[in-house]
């Protein structure tokens, strides 16, 4: 990236600036990453990924802050994160308190039969589950411990858990939530007899006054829970999201990864992608447009084509940032066997195999 050099900048305006760069909040990060964040809301009309972006935010904004509204007295009355903190954790933040599987309903979960070998040879770990994949856990026999859900989504959400199987093994799961989740979802969990945790998403700094995640915690500090909920860089789904609780509140390693695609197939007809029509909305319908924010890759370590959209690409850059910031004794495996979620640098943490070598070496570990 070319470097950014202003030579007709006074030295009293540097002042201005630099005093302006610790008030917010960014005094030892990189110049870069503060005028990132001054130019957040500006967006190019050339880039498509950008105009989703824009789209996206003024789109859900309303809904988030309506489903907040709705579930405040049941984040007030009920528990957050902290709670599910083990002791050891508390004691030693270094602890590494063994495995752990994060779930995902990715493509390649249904072609590799992976939750199929799961039930089968079984797991002693701990197993979490986004909410789209929780169902298909529970068809196959397998029970996780925990479910994921972080989409506001009125309608599609609730789904996920609208089913006989979730009221019979409810009570044995818990379910981590999205400050912004659905009310009818935590209606619907309650009614499964499901116990449910809370978690802010973390959407921009919260040290800012004017923070959006600030005012959250604020507005979800009880006398139990002074500093309101915790918050999470979830990374904005809930495959990150699972990855972040297992390693990050769990002190669980290594975290394998099994559906987490970040992407399709590459014979995937675009109209059956998951994000289809959040783009052809963003985008006002410019199927040509469309078709161009999509992209293929060969995933070398699976040895297979795939896909990704803009939306897909975003969550795959935030969660390998993410990588890039766990402690040295946080492994992180993927064992989808494709998908998108790969990469060539070396720096970032992340480790490839198969499901059955991740089972048959965490049952000898």
């Given at each position: 990236?070319?470097?950014?050099i202003?030579?007709?900048?006074?030295?009293?305006?540097?002042?201005k600036?630099v005093?302006?760069?610790d008030?917010?909040?960014?005094?030892s990060k990189?110049w870069?990453?503060?005028f990132?964040?001054?130019?957040?809301e500006m967006?190019?009309?050339d880039?498509?990924?950008?105009?989703i972006?824009k789209s996206?935010?003024?789109n859900?904004l309303?809904?988030?802050?309506?489903?907040?509204?709705?579930?405040?007295?049941?984040?007030?009355?009920?528990?957050?994160?902290?709670?599910?903190?083990?002791?050891e954790?508390?004691?030693d933040?270094?602890?590494?308190l063994g495995?752990?599987?994060?779930?995902?309903?990715?493509?390649?979960?249904?072609?590799n039969k992976?939750?199929?070998?799961?039930?089968?040879?079984g797991?002693k770990?701990t197993?979490i589950?986004?909410?789209?994949?929780?169902l298909?856990?529970?068809?196959?026999?397998?029970?996780?411990q925990y479910?994921?859900s972080?989409?506001?989504?009125r309608?599609?959400?609730v789904?996920?858990?609208?089913?006989?199987?979730?009221?019979?093994?409810g009570?044995?799961?818990?379910a981590?939530l999205?400050?912004?989740?659905?009310?009818?979802?935590?209606?619907?969990?309650?009614?499964?007899?499901?116990p449910?945790c809370?978690?802010?998403?973390?959407?921009?700094?919260w040290?800012?006054n004017?923070?959006?995640?600030?005012i959250?915690?604020?507005?979800?500090?009880?006398?139990?829970?002074?500093?309101g909920?915790?918050?999470?860089?979830?990374?904005?789904?809930?495959?990150?999201?699972?990855?972040?609780f297992?390693w990050a509140?769990?002190?669980?390693?290594?975290?394998?990864?099994i559906?987490?695609d970040?992407?399709?197939?590459?014979?995937?007809?675009?109209?059956?992608t998951?994000?289809?029509?959040?783009l052809?909305?963003g985008?006002k319908?410019d199927?040509g447009?469309?078709?161009?924010?999509?992209?293929?890759?060969?995933?070398p370590?699976?040895?297979v084509?795939?896909?990704?959209?803009p939306?897909f690409?975003?969550?795959?850059?935030?969660?390998l940032?993410?990588?890039?910031?766990?402690?040295?004794m946080i492994?992180?495996?993927?064992?989808s066997?494709?998908?998108?979620?790969?990469?060539?640098?070396?720096s970032?943490?992340?480790?490839?195999?198969?499901?059955?070598?991740?089972l048959?070496g965490c049952v000898e570990?």
């Amino acid at each position: 990236m070319p470097k950014l050099i202003a030579e007709d900048v006074d030295e009293p305006t540097f002042r201005k600036m630099v005093k302006l760069k610790d008030q917010q909040g960014y005094t030892s990060k990189p110049w870069g990453e503060w005028f990132q964040s001054l130019f957040k809301e500006m967006y190019l009309n050339d880039s498509s990924e950008e105009m989703i972006q824009k789209s996206t935010r003024e789109n859900l904004l309303k809904t988030w802050c309506e489903n907040f509204g709705e579930n405040l007295s049941s984040i007030k009355q009920g528990d957050t994160i902290a709670a599910l903190v083990p002791e050891e954790a508390k004691k030693d933040p270094f602890c590494v308190l063994g495995p752990a599987l994060v779930v995902g309903r990715g493509p390649s979960i249904f072609r590799n039969k992976h939750l199929e070998l799961l039930a089968e040879k079984g797991f002693k770990g701990t197993v979490i589950a986004t909410d789209g994949a929780l169902l298909e856990c529970l068809r196959r026999g397998v029970v996780p411990q925990y479910v994921v859900s972080v989409d506001g989504n009125r309608e599609k959400i609730v789904q996920w858990y609208d089913d006989p199987l979730v009221d019979r093994h409810g009570s044995r799961i818990t379910a981590i939530l999205c400050c912004m989740v659905a009310h009818n979802v935590v209606e619907r969990i309650e009614k499964a007899g499901m116990p449910y945790c809370w978690f802010n998403p973390q959407f921009d700094d919260w040290r800012k006054n004017d923070s959006f995640t600030r005012i959250q915690m604020l507005m979800t500090a009880t006398e139990r829970h002074p500093n309101g909920c915790p918050n999470v860089g979830c990374g904005g789904n809930a495959g990150t999201t699972a990855w972040v609780f297992a390693w990050a509140l769990l002190r669980r390693s290594p975290v394998g990864l099994i559906g987490i695609d970040m992407g399709y197939y590459a014979d995937t007809p675009l109209e059956e992608t998951a994000y289809y029509r959040q783009l052809m909305a963003g985008t006002k319908g410019d199927a040509g447009l469309v078709s161009q924010a999509y992209s293929k890759m060969f995933n070398p370590y699976f040895n297979v084509e795939v896909m990704i959209d803009p939306v897909f690409k975003q969550y795959r850059a935030s969660w390998l940032r993410l990588l890039k910031e766990t402690p040295p004794m946080i492994r992180t495996v993927n064992c989808s066997e494709g998908g998108c979620f790969f990469t060539d640098d070396r720096s970032v943490p992340l480790e490839y195999m198969k499901l059955s070598e991740f089972l048959d070496g965490c049952v000898e570990g």
